[in-house]
């Protein structure tokens, strides 16, 4: 039996209202956030990548899997030179994981991790927390693969957090808090599952 340090329904009430967990640049002092705007993935037609990806897609140079290698993503999604992710949140993430709200979403060529992106499923909601790459768009079909398979799945809201260039390739927009907690509220009511019992995608 695993040991849990921390209390994952008062964590998960927490993304369900809204708040976010990060650590301060210097990795301590983890706490709760909130922002006045959120950035959000469109799920519909609104969203869009760059037609340099294309290739990429067409010759399927990337698997995609899901937690073959979580905790290997959630360690380069703090591998930078400032992050928010610190050891605690590392062990906030492994403790969401074993308890089924915690994903990595992975694109693999061969057998060396090429990018992923992390996040929590509540509900229909995938909230997103970090994503990385180490190899040349493996995050970015990582992204294109995660939209596709949270529309099969009925998802209703991809949230990103906060908004970058990157994102904004995509189709990324920005709704402000009352916005972003309407579209929650609603997302959080639907039961998606994120992951087949018996596919690992």
């Not at 950035?39 to 937690?67: C, G, K």
């Not at 959630?74 to 400032?82: F, I, L, N, P």
């Not at 050891?87 to 992923?116: I, M, N, P, R």
């Amino acid at each position: 039996m695993t040991f849990l340090k921390y209390d994952l329904d008062a964590i998960i009430r927490g993304y369900s209202q809204g708040y976010f967990l990060m650590a301060d640049g210097e990795g301590d002092d983890l706490g709760w956030y909130a922002s006045r705007q959120r950035t959000l993935i469109p799920l519909d037609d609104r969203f869009r990548y760059p037609r340099s990806l294309r290739r990429s897609l067409n010759q399927n140079r990337f698997r995609v899997a899901v937690n073959q290698a979580f905790e290997e993503v959630v360690s380069g999604c703090a591998d930078r030179d400032t992050t928010w992710i610190s050891s605690e949140l590392k062990q906030v993430y492994s403790e969401l994981h074993q308890a089924g709200w915690a994903y990595s979403f992975e694109t693999w060529q061969g057998d060396e991790l090429a990018g992923g992106i992390l996040g929590l499923v509540i509900g229909g909601a995938f909230i997103g927390e970090s994503m990385f790459f180490r190899i040349s768009e493996g995050s970015k079909v990582a992204m294109v693969k995660l939209v596709e398979h949270l529309r099969q799945r009925h998802f209703a809201l991809f949230d990103a957090q906060m908004m970058n260039p990157h994102l904004e390739r995509f189709g990324a927009y920005v709704v402000g808090d009352r916005e972003y907690k309407s579209q929650l509220k609603i997302a959080l009511k639907q039961n998606c599952r994120f992951l087949d019992e018996r596919s690992n995608v």
